[in-house]
């Protein structure tokens, strides 16, 4: 099929294909007339790539799945890549949890502080 075609089976704009494609996420044939030409699998792997990109997935993680991306991964993960990919992402999105609520804290008090400053400020002044 198309570029086309597979932009409307999936709901994903033809620009966001090139996207993919540039990216190692899909590939197509070239016909010998210059088009793009996609294989049925590409479907339910524009799928698998939307939805792992929605969960917070790179381009860079998703590549490393490889041959996973051609198999429905809209239930459980069926490849060991897909589990192991899930779990160092939960690990990065943890740690930067971990450093936002850090941060939180700090930017809090030094809120608090400020505002504590600026009270007795306006305190000293009447």
Known sequence: MRIGELAE????TTRALRYYEQQ???TAERGD???R???PAA??????VRMLLEAGLTSE????????LTKDLTGAPVCQGVIDLYENRLKVVEERIEVLVE???RLRSQLAGARADTSRQFDHAF
């Open 9 to 12: 089976r999936t709901g994903v």
């Open 24 to 26: 190692g996420l899909i």
């Open 33 to 35: 007339n210059g088009y």
């Open 37 to 39: 030409e996609y294989g």
């Open 43 to 48: 479907v339910t792997q524009v799928h698998n």
């Open 61 to 68: 993680d998703i590549r490393q799945l490889g041959p996973c």
């Open 103 to 105: 941060l939180r804290a």
